[in-house]
């Protein structure tokens, strides 16, 4: 099964910036949908970004026009750019990959958002 490791995150002051980076152990080129997901405490877990196989993109509300989905699958990787970051960002942000297995979803990595 392939495996995920989620890099990139840590603290950073509002209106900062952040790329997440989400590698794979094996092949993401047949995946249907690759995903980025986050949990911030005391709160259910959200989508915030996908990109499926055909390169189609969308976005929760709050994180449109600042953040961006990317797909390479010759590095089977996935990253996520977040750019003017707000506290409210602050949250543990995971990667999910959805194929015809099924899904497998990353560690996690913590995004610290704070002055």
């Known amino acids: 099964q392939v495996q995920f490791v989620e890099s990139g995150g840590g603290l950073v002051h509002p209106g900062g910036s952040l790329r997440l980076s989400c590698a794979a152990s094996?092949?993401?080129?047949?995946?249907?949908?690759m995903a980025w997901y986050r949990q911030a405490p005391g709160k259910q877990r959200e989508l915030v970004a996908l990109i499926t196989n055909g390169g189609v993109t969308k976005y929760v509300d709050s994180v449109k026009g600042r953040f961006t989905i990317s797909r390479i699958n010759a590095q089977n990787t996935v990253n996520l750019q977040m750019n003017s970051l707000k506290p409210e960002d602050t949250a543990v942000y995971y990667c999910?990959?959805?194929?015809?297995?099924?899904?497998?979803w990353g560690q996690g990595t913590l995004v610290t958002v704070s002055s």
């Open positions: 094996g092949s993401i080129a047949n995946a249907y949908v």
């Open positions: 999910k990959m959805t194929d015809r297995f099924g899904e497998v």
